[in-house]
Nanobody
């Protein structure tokens, strides 16, 4: 059974860094694509980054060069390192465990409960 638990959110100043973690207690992590999404107030949830089971990665254009997604298969954990944060990065960040392909942007998958990131200017 998949259970995703995110951590690492909080309040940061613009320009600072933050690392989010998402731990999975299930048994399909190794073969799954993992992704991070975010949802700003009043906006739809948007895909931010994805990492395949072989650790190839893909990013939303506005975070490319600032955010890094990685995974530790020994710990069943995916990370999102966020550098040079901007106020527009504010939102609830969710991790998703998804079938292989499409960088986690498909309709299938499991979601974590979300963690709030607030970037003040």
């Amino acid at each position: 059974q998949v259970q995703l638990v995110e951590s690492g959110g909080g309040l940061v100043q613009a320009g600072e860094s933050r690392r989010l973690s998402c731990a999975d207690s299930g048994s399909i992590f190794l073969s799954s694509t993992m992704a991070w999404y975010r949802q700003a107030p009043g906006k739809q949830r948007e895909w931010v980054a994805g990492i395949s089971s072989s650790s190839t990665t893909n990013y939303l254009g506005s975070v490319k060069g600032r955010f890094t997604i990685s995974r530790d298969n020994a710990k069943n954990t995916v990370y999102l390192q966020m550098n040079n944060l901007k106020p527009e990065d504010t939102g609830v960040y969710y991790c998703k465990l998804a079938p292989a392909g499409h960088w986690g942007q498909g309709t299938q998958g499991y979601w974590g409960q979300g963690t709030q990131v607030t970037v003040s200017s």
